[in-house]
């Protein structure tokens, strides 16, 4: 029971033990993460605003997914470029 035991914690901290540098790698760099959501929001605002304009009901929705996804990167501590996505219409009003 003894032998079983010690074999049990020994395979758990091997498997651990190999598993824990993949996840990095498994779950991706928070950086680029938040760089492909804000660039998806960026085009679908400017997309929305060419078809619906600048203060439709769609792109104040946009924005607003926007300042979520912000707030994303803000939890998982990844920046972006804010002279490209805080200004102007990407912007809560």
Do not use: N
Not at 1 to 8: A, G, N, P, S, T
Not at 19 to 31: A, E, I, K, Q, R
Not at 33 to 45: F, G, P, Q, W, Y
């Amino acid at each position: 029971m003894k032998k079983q035991i010690v074999r049990l914690a020994l395979g758990s901290a091997l498997a651990f033990a190999f598993t824990l540098p993949m996840g990095h790698v498994t779950f991706g760099d928070p950086s680029e993460d938040c760089h492909k959501r804000l660039e998806a929001d960026r085009a679908r605002i400017d997309r929305d605003v060419a078809k619906h304009g600048e203060k439709s009901s769609q792109v104040d929705r946009d924005v607003a997914r926007m300042d979520s996804d912000r707030q994303w990167c803000r939890d998982h501590h990844a920046d972006w470029d804010h002279d490209r996505l805080d200004v102007g219409i990407y912007l809560k009003h």
